[in-house]
């Protein structure tokens, strides 16, 4: 039963999250163990985890958990993964993770089997869906998939939500459950790298916004984040009615708090 960075190991790294307070507090250590590891499509990887802080943990649909992935020399190397599921009767939390190459948790993630632990920081990730919102717009590339369906599935059936999600081929879709969700959009890359904007931008010019006050939620690669949100303000969609996130950077690595360095 491997861990992915041993105690004695963990015991000697100069770790910023040694203590779970400023931005942490409120989250709790999770002592994780794989309970199992399989492949969900060509290009998606579904692991589930136990721990026995699971017990009462909450969270709001579209927050994440926080693994410690690796350690290099005394830093610790943490990725973020978006809760996919809770089964809270048995203490079961479902991750859904791009199989994309390369990186810390990449490797982790090709090597976990039955029994490996990993320690866990959660929940994590202040975007969560806005209840006041007269319509959702949900846009990001296979990474945030696990983020885009479980937060559509979490709106009341009568909240209306688009969903544009880029994948690498047909394959890597996945059924879209959530009753709020009106219209689905699924974006194939067929090859393109993934990070290139193309094809979400294009989707973002054409994409018709229904009446009212929206909210649209942003995720996937840095760049290509940013370049939504300029085309979605273009077409008169305020920062505040925004809800942004980079979740990895093409052609480099995310820093050891788990996200693109900045
Ligand atoms: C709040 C939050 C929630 C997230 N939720 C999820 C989730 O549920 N599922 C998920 O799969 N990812 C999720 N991510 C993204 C994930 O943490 C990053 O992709 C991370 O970079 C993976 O770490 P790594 O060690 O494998 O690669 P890194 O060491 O960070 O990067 C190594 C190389 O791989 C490239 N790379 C990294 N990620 C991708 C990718 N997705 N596609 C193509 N190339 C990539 C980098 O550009 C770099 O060249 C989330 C990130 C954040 C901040």
Redesign the pocket.
């Known amino acids: 039963m491997p861990d992915a960075v041993p105690p004695q190991i963990r015991q000697q790294l100069a770790d910023p999250f040694a203590e779970l307070t400023g931005s942490l507090a409120g989250t709790r250590k999770l002592r994780f163990e794989v309970v199992d590891n399989g492949q969900l499509s060509p290009s998606?990887q579904q692991i589930t985890l136990t721990a026995p802080e699971l017990a009462g943990f909450t969270y709001a649909p579209g927050q994440?958990v926080m693994l410690l992935?690796a350690a290099e020399g005394s830093r610790p190397?943490r990725?973020?993964?978006?809760i996919?599921h809770l089964d809270q009767e048995n203490l079961i939390l479902t991750?859904?993770?791009?199989l994309?190459?390369?990186?810390?948790?990449?490797?982790w993630?090709r090597s976990a089997v039955p029994g490996d632990t990993i320690e866990g920081i959660g929940p994590?990730?202040k975007i969560t869906t806005s209840p006041s919102a007269d319509w959702h717009l949900f846009m990001g590339?296979?990474?945030?998939?696990?983020?885009i369906l479980h937060m559509t599935e979490s709106l009341p059936a009568q909240a209306k939500a688009a969903v544009v999600i880029e994948v690498p081929e047909p394959a890597d879709e996945q059924p879209i459950l959530a009753e709020a969700v009106s219209r689905a959009s699924w974006l194939h890359r067929l090859g393109r790298p993934?990070?290139d904007p193309d094809l979400l931008a294009a989707e973002a010019r054409e994409v018709e916004l229904a009446p009212g006050v929206g909210q649209a939620y942003l995720?996937g690669?840095a760049a290509v984040v940013l370049r939504l949100r300029e085309i979605l303000e273009s077409k008169g969609i305020r920062p505040d009615q925004m809800s942004p996130?980079?979740?990895?950077?093409?052609?480099?690595?995310?820093a050891g708090h788990?996200?693109?360095a900045k």
């Open positions: 998606m994440d992935v190397v990725r973020r993964y978006t996919r991750l859904n993770i791009v994309h190459g390369q990186g810390p948790g990449e490797r993630l994590r990730g590339d296979e990474s945030a998939m696990p983020a993934a990070g995720f690669e996130k980079s979740y990895w950077g093409r052609g480099r690595a995310n788990g996200e693109p």
